[in-house]
Structures are given as structure tokens and as C-alpha cells.
């Protein structure tokens, strides 16, 4: 069985930092991409950013220059610093990991809430 633990999500002000943690744990097969998804209330949950095992990074239009997503493979974790964070950023924002044999796994969420 395979564990995403989510970490560092809170309150903080616009224009304030944050990092969030992720990491996977159980029984892991071959990591291929892991990535960290929001969604704000009333909203479809969105790609904010992923990478891959080759350290190929994707990120949402709206966090670039702002987000950076990072891992540590021997870890089996990922972070996202989020700098320069606005009141729109404000979501649950959750881990997700997808293996080379195509099982996909979520966290639990961990809610980051930007004041104005």
C-alpha cells in the first residue's frame, strides 16, 4: 500500500513563502512523475506543478517565476516552494505521484490560505 504525507500548508500573508512536502512511502514501484495539484472552493482542481524522474519540470501559467518544484528521489519526496503567494493562490493543494506501471496516487490535501 502506498502513503503520500502531505506537510506545510498554513496562513500566511500575500507576498509571503511557503514550502510544501510530500512524501511517499509503502510499497513503491518505479516513481515516474510526481506533482502537487489545488483547488480552490468552487473550482476544479488544477495542475500547479510536476516533475519527472528527469527532473523535467511543468508548471501552471499563473505560478511560473513564483513556484518552484523540486525532489529528492532517494527521499521518494517533493516539495514546492511557493514564493510571491497572492490571495488567489489560496486552495487545498494536493500531492500526487504516478508510477511507471500507471498507478496514481493522492494525498490528503493540505490547505494554504493567503491573506490580502
Not at 7 to 16: E, M
Amino acid at each position: 500500500q502506498v502513503q503520500l504525507v502531505e506537510s506545510g500548508g498554513g496562513l500566511v500573508q500575500a507576498g509571503g513563502s511557503l514550502r510544501l512536502s510530500c512524501t511517499v512511502s509503502g510499497h513503491i514501484f518505479s516513481i515516474k512523475t510526481m506533482g502537487w495539484y489545488r483547488q480552490a472552493p468552487g473550482k476544479q482542481r488544477e495542475l500547479v506543478a510536476s516533475i519527472t524522474t528527469g527532473d523535467i519540470t511543468t508548471y501552471a501559467d499563473s505560478v511560473k517565476g513564483r513556484f518552484t518544484i523540486s525532489r529528492d528521489n532517494a527521499k521518494n519526496t517533493v516539495y514546492l516552494q511557493m514564493n510571491g503567494l497572492k490571495p488567489e493562490d489560496t486552495a487545498v493543494y494536493y500531492c500526487n505521484v504516478r508510477f511507471t506501471l500507471g498507478m496514481e496516487y493522492w494525498g490528503k490535501g493540505t490547505l494554504v490560505t493567503v491573506s490580502s
